[in-house]
């Protein structure tokens, strides 16, 4: 099972950024979509935001206007810019892809916003 690696977690401020970044630890084939998800604890797994290899990209509505989830056909990664970060916000986010063979997740970057 191909792994996601993800990158670019941390702890920042109320009103801070962070971009966070996510490759397969080997090539993909026929992806359909990547995207982020967060997990709150003792939550389920939530989407936040995923683009399709089309373009068409799907947001929370907690992160509309804040977040933006962009999509590399070509080197298999995706990213998700996060601005104008809350305390609501903390969590761990994980990358996730649907490509042949299935769903690929990786093991999650702890986000965590300060008040």
């Known amino acids: 099972q191909v792994l996601l690696v993800e990158s670019g977690g941390g702890l920042v401020q109320t009103g801070g950024s962070l971009r966070l970044s996510c490759v397969p630890a080997?090539?993909?084939?026929?992806?359909?979509?990547m995207g982020w998800y967060r997990q709150y604890p003792g939550k389920a797994r939530e989407l936040v935001a995923q683009s399709t290899s089309g373009g068409r990209k799907t947001y929370a509505d907690s992160v509309t206007g804040r977040f933006s989830v962009s999509m590399d056909n070509a080197e298999n990664t995706v990213y998700l810019q996060m601005n104008d970060l809350k305390p609501e916000d903390t969590a761990v986010y994980y990358c996730?892809?649907?490509?042949?063979?299935?769903?690929?997740w990786g093991q999650g970057t702890q986000v965590t916003v300060s008040s």
């Open positions: 996730h892809a649907s490509a042949r063979g299935g769903d690929y």
């Open positions: 080997a090539k993909l084939f026929n992806i359909n979509a």
